[in-house]
T-cell receptor, first 113, second 112 residues
Framework: DTGVSQNPRHKITKRGQNVTFRCDPI?????LYWYRQTLGQGPEFLTY????????KSRLLSDRFSAERPKGSFSTLEIQRTEQGDSAMYLC???????????FGQGTRLTVV | AQSVTQLGSHVSVSEGALVLLRCNYS??????LFWYVQYPNQGLQLLLK??????LVKGINGFEAEFKKSETSFHLTKPSAHMSDAAEYFC??????????FGAGTRLTVKP
């Protein structure tokens, strides 16, 4: 068990470009979460998956954001036409069952210049 | 929907002093409650969790928290602070029907 893995760890992109992040959860976990965290704030919920089904999306997730989890394994989070306000740490977490603790990856820090 | 409020965005204690970080929750059903710690440029690490068993929960690194339903609180304590405890601490709530939501965090500073 290698834990939750996120790639890349850091991403610098120009405004208007598209970016994609990947998350590999712990293998037996069927729940996968995406959060966004800005400096001095707690993680803000973006979306989560139960296996391959995306069950809930936050209002924070504008139409520029899309997440997938094909075959209920790894997940990708894509941001299209990035804006400077998208600069943040993007955290992925996974859990085994409803209500149990979530295990977090190290995060992907996005900087939009 | 469930939510969490952490009272005090910054807490400063001296090394060896009691640590008390406050968390109040709101949930329409019996909640699961968690405390996580985050070091700079790292992900979140679970300190402890409450899942309807004992109301006093012991976690790693000497931390513990007590679930008080009447006060809707889940405060985190440690009898004696160490320099290595300096970090950001997050309280979180979830329930069987919802995902996990976090408070804004409390930054703990430990003075020598």
């Amino acid at each position: 068990d290698t834990g939750v893995s996120q790639n890349p760890r850091h991403k610098i992109t120009k405004r208007g470009q598209n970016v994609t992040f990947r998350c590999d959860p712990i293998s037996e976990h069927n729940r996968l979460y995406w959060y966004r965290q800005t400096l001095g704030q707690g993680p803000e919920f973006l979306t989560y998956f139960q296996n391959e089904a995306q069950l809930e999306k936050s209002r924070l997730l504008s139409d520029r954001f899309s997440a997938e989890r094909p075959k209920g394994s790894f997940s990708t989070l894509e941001i299209q036409r990035t804006e400077q306000g998208d600069s943040a740490m993007y955290l992925c977490a996974s859990s085994r069952l409803l209500g149990t603790e979530a295990f977090f990856g190290q995060g992907t820090r996005l900087t939009v210049v | 929907a469930q939510s969490v409020t952490q009272l005090g965005s910054h807490v400063s204690v001296s090394e060896g002093a009691l640590v008390l970080l406050r968390c109040n929750y709101s949930s329409s059903v019996p909640p699961y409650l968690f405390w996580y710690v985050q070091y700079p440029n790292q992900g979140l690490q679970l300190l402890l969790k409450y899942t309807s068993a004992a109301t006093l929960v012991k976690g790693i690194n000497g931390f513990e928290a007590e679930f008080k339903k009447s006060e809707t609180s889940f405060h985190l304590t440690k009898p004696s602070a160490h320099m290595s405890d300096a970090a950001e601490y997050f309280c979180a709530v979830s329930d069987p029907n919802n995902d996990m939501r976090f408070g804004a965090g409390t930054r703990l500073t430990v003075k020598p």
